[in-house]
């Protein structure tokens, strides 16, 4: 695990192999670098994101099945939603190796979609701008795979309504072609 998280480059690349795994490991036992302010939840869904691949995939998913034990709605909007992304993120990735992955990452994008407006407003108050939602759009590519053409429009419709960055009218003219053909 000390080998797998570096966040950022901080260990530096010139020190021994020892060293960096010896400094890595006290990083993460210690927190070293995560801000106090950080909640269990959003930092346990982002540690996740290191663990999510081959071989340490169950790390992965247990540190978001912990952190689900931290959600709260005192967290910030904006927060939730970027730690709901990892969830996501991670969830889909091993949607077909790892049993209800796929049943976890839409109830993720779900749970993230459910705050999307208050997220944007914090978003544009921090960034000034409101970025691309990436459970919308996993959520859009997930329904229009199964076949459910107006769910994915609908989703569409829905984050472009929320101002949320992204090709939503490129996406929704697909769908709709994609639907007129399926009736075919």
Known sequence: MAET??????VAS????????AQADRRLVEGWGC???TSPFTYLSMLATW????GHEHCAI?????SVEFYSPAISALDRHFALANHCAVFYR??????????KAIAACE???AIHEQAAM???EFFGSVPAHACFRQLRIIEEKRGNFDRAIELCEQAKAGGWADDWDKAIARIRAKKMKAKR
């Open 62 to 66: 247990a540190f978001l099945e912990k």
């Open 111 to 113: 749970m993230c979609i």
């Open 51 to 54: 663990f999510s691949t081959p």
């Open 35 to 37: 801000h106090t302010e």
């Open 14 to 21: 010139i020190a021994p192999p020892a060293a960096r795994v």
């Open 94 to 103: 091993w949607r077909d190796s790892v049993p209800g992955a796929l049943e």
């Open 122 to 124: 914090e978003a544009k």
């Open 5 to 10: 998280y570096a966040p950022l480059g901080v």
